[in-house]
């Protein structure tokens, strides 16, 4: 069963260890930086209610689905949908392709996150609140982002290659609790800065004028990224479960864990970016990068002697949520590489590096040597290009096949019975209707409306 004997499975010590895995892999970069923008852009409190609708509903039949296909056929996404039949084996392609195109520029964020929380330390608060220059300088310098984009991989792979247990179960118990423990402290002391419980109503009172479709489209794809859905993270790690594990349950666990985490991100955020800016529109306008890099900073310079290390803190926690998410990808695509070269765990991990390597240096170059190369119009880069093309296109239709395969190939019986190995299936109904039709929907939606906004 252990990963050590080469080409055998790996798996987990328990269901905790997969719930802590799975969680793991969904707090991100996504819940800190995206989901408090998308709260400040849409109103706040409708926002939340709107994100935690979807997630017991369409985000648990999505991971249900992925757990249990997973524990079911005991392959990641490449041969678990092969095992129905080779004409299905394209979906299993398509998704499997979605974690090699995923972490090589999450490994690049991961690499500028590690390097403000050196920086720090070594250059001080008032260096980085300039408004955004030493951001671009850090970025647009090329050798020096591709070092911290190295050192930061460098951690991923000891990790992963210490194996399942004794290196991911080990890494998500240690730094998931830092992180949490970290991120209420923050918060605590920002809600006490002057200004701040302004924001704090603003992000907890639904506005309810804000709702609208762009809203629900917004809140489904945060969902997605943030649950790690459609890219197979949850067929590999359904594969490594026993049989005993309550599914239900389980997934149940890590979307209240992904949540409440996303949550707290908004509270440690939007009321600090609220004092910074004084109103929820210049909050909303500035997303991504600048909110984290540009804005933050100036955030813990106003906090006089102790901003310094605020912002270190500050940086170490999201430098552990960006681990812990490229460690699941990166876990992911050495599973798949193993699975389908035949090969060793050392070696497929070893495949899988050289390939995360030279990928992360041409996203890298996409910022200097490479920065002619706008593949979505003026000013974009190859970052934002494989954003888009894995986050907005591919994901959903990764995501459609899946319930489509489920739904109307398979059929919602065959994973039903899957999770009644182990528990009675509280919301079977529920998964049915979902799976067959209301999903396959709102992910056409979803999809279209990514694509026009780029395109339209
Ligand atoms: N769910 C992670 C987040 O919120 C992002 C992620 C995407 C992780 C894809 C793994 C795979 O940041």
Redesign the pocket.
Known sequence: MASKSGGARAAWSGKWAFILAAAA???????LWRFPYLAAKYGGGVFLITYVVLVVSFGFTLMMLEAALGRKTGQSALGAFKSFGKKYAFIGILTSAI?FI?VPY?CIIGGWVLKYAGAYIADGSAALADGGTYFTNFISGGGESFIWAIAFLAIVFAIVALGVKNGIERANRILMPILLVMTVGICIYELTMPGAIDGLAYYLTPDFSKFSVQLVVAALGQMF????LA?G?MITYGSYMQKSDDLEQSVRHIEIFDTGYAFLAGLMIVPAAFVAMGSADAVASKSGPSLMFIILPNVFDQMGGIASIMGFLFFLLVVFAALT?SI??TETCVSIVQDSAHTTRKKALGITMAFIFIMAMIVNLGYCQLAMIQPLGPGSTILDFLDFISNSVMMPIAALLACVFVGWVIKPKAIIDEVKISSPFKAEKMFTVMVKYIAPVLLVVILLAYVAAQFG
């Not at 892999?25 to 819940?31: E, F």
């Not at 990224?225 to 790690?228: E, G, K, Q």
């Open positions: 892999s969904a707090i991100g970069l996504g819940n974690p995923i999450y990224y943030s649950l790690s890219m993270i998410s699941s990808l």
